[in-house]
């Protein structure tokens, strides 16, 4: 029960320390409808989204779809759960906001995981471009990252 407790206290630190930055009171929904060709769309929004200051590049696939794009973080030794809750969280931003994104990977140094989003939309039983504002679309990830053996066996 004890482990049950800090558990679920550490899920909501490392949610607090999740939440979206807010850029001189401008909305990260404000850019919802971008599109990953526009390289600086896909910069400014990662830029509001945890881990951007590891954040140190991006590769853009907009040649032939499905549409994807490479994001490129520091590696810092991250702990493999905390790259997975990066990538489930940072994917639900940009599929929501983004038009024709299918997939993304991320990588931490020499390791990588790719998130695709047809996968996270069965994942919520959702689709993520319905989303119109941030409390709604804060409430679908804490409600299933707060499942550690849900965020594993999406991760397998």
Avoid at 33 to 49: C, E, F, H
Avoid at 62 to 86: A, F, H, R, V
Wanted: some cysteine.
């Amino acid at each position: 029960m004890v482990r049950g407790v800090l558990y679920s206290v550490l899920m909501a630190v490392i949610l607090m320390g999740c939440s979206v930055r807010n850029h001189d009171n401008e909305s990260i929904f404000e850019l919802k409808g971008s599109y990953i060709g526009d390289a600086s769309a896909v910069g400014k929004i990662v830029g509001y989204l945890p881990k951007s200051e590891l954040f140190e590049g991006m590769e853009l696939k907009t040649t032939d779809k499905p549409y994807g794009m490479i994001l490129n973080y520091k590696d810092t030794n991250m702990n493999e759960d905390s790259m997975k809750e990066t990538a489930l969280y940072n994917a639900s931003y940009i599929f929501t906001l983004f038009r024709n994104a299918d997939w993304i990977e991320f990588r931490f140094g020499e390791k990588s995981m790719t998130v695709t989003k047809g996968k996270l939309e069965e994942w919520y039983r959702a689709e993520l471009y319905k989303y119109e504002n941030e409390e709604d679309l804060q409430k679908l990830i804490q409600k299933h990252l707060d499942d550690e053996e849900k965020v594993k066996q999406f991760m397998k």
